[in-house]
């Protein structure tokens, strides 16, 4: 499995909209975001922890692969 960089939720939220997700709500420091009938929670953190950031990539039924592909665009 390829290693997931250290990034901020802020940042994480920018990769799942070039992906197609849309920000649908927010209580507190969560942001939800959808794309059709998959969703995920981001917590908008400086730093999130790659447990948390794996758990919101497996939420929103994407692979690393996916998610990386977004971010290094």
Do not use: E, N, W
């Amino acid at each position: 499995m390829p290693d997931l960089p250290s990034i901020s939720g802020k940042k994480a939220i920018k990769v799942f909209g070039r992906l197609g997700f849309v920000a649908v709500r927010q209580r507190g420091s969560h942001v939800v975001l959808r794309k059709g009938s998959c969703g995920c929670v981001v917590p908008l953190h400086k730093s999130l922890a790659k447990g948390t950031l794996r758990g919101a990539i497996k939420q929103a039924g994407l692979s690393v692969d996916d998610f990386l592909g977004g971010y290094k665009r």
